[in-house]
């Protein structure tokens, strides 16, 4: 099986997180804080709503309808929703909703819940080009881009030893040594400007 669990995709987008907070610090206070960081894990969950088995579709009432609907209009698993024109298309519905609806006063604190749905949503697919079966970076060409290119043995697949050792092990490893580098930076996210 060619997946990555939703566990390594959570980690690898708060790896990214993290480090994107590094090149740009900010201080956003406890809620505004904490919400980011969910939705960073939010976002690097949702490229997968286009298969109707992703966890959230069979925690909802419904939800195996929605997920069939969902998938049939995306074109199905590791298509639109895994490509540029994908991560472009949702980033500018969320970005449009935001400006048009969101109340005026509370559109800073929502333009940076994107960015941290954004930086989890883009994380997703470049993990998952790390996959046997690669990403469709170009939808709706259907090549797909798998790096390494070979050996197939290297390459994640669900549970493998790959993704548990290689993968989590050195994601973990890069984010003790961001902590330990930045643990200031990191700390400050949660304080008000």
């Known amino acids: 099986m060619e997946l990555m669990t939703a566990t390594t995709h959570q980690m690898i987008a708060l790896l990214g997180a993290l480090f994107v907070l590094t090149l740009y610090p900010v201080s956003l206070g406890p809620v505004v804080g904490f919400l980011a960081v969910v939705a960073v894990m939010v976002g690097a969950l949702t490229p997968d709503l286009d298969q109707p088995t992703a966890n959230i579709w069979r925690r909802v009432l419904g939800g195996?309808?929605?997920?069939?609907?969902?998938?049939?209009?995306?074109?199905?698993h590791r298509h639109m929703t895994h490509s540029f024109l994908g991560?472009?298309?949702?980033?500018?519905?969320?970005?449009w909703f935001i400006i048009?609806?969101?109340n005026?006063?509370?559109?800073?604190?929502a333009v940076v819940l994107w960015?941290?749905?954004?930086?989890?949503?883009?994380?997703h697919p470049i993990a998952d080009t790390l996959t046997d079966r690669g990403v469709p970076w170009l939808w709706p060409l259907r090549?797909?881009?798998?790096?390494?290119?070979?050996?197939?043995?290297?390459?994640?697949?669900?549970d493998s030893w790959v993704e548990q050792i290689l993968v989590r092990g050195g994601v973990l490893i890069c984010l003790v040594i961001l902590l330990i580098d930045h643990w200031p930076t990191f700390q400050q996210l949660f304080r008000y400007a």
Request: glycine share 12%.
């Open 100 to 102: 048009t609806f969101i």
């Open 143 to 158: 090549f797909h881009v798998r790096v390494p290119p070979g050996p197939e043995e290297v390459r994640v697949t669900s």
């Open 115 to 123: 960015r941290a749905f954004m930086i989890g949503y883009i994380s």
């Open 64 to 76: 195996n309808t929605v997920g069939d609907i969902f998938q049939f209009f995306s074109g199905g």
């Open 104 to 109: 005026a006063a509370y559109i800073p604190d």
């Open 87 to 95: 991560i472009l298309g949702i980033g500018y519905l969320l970005h």
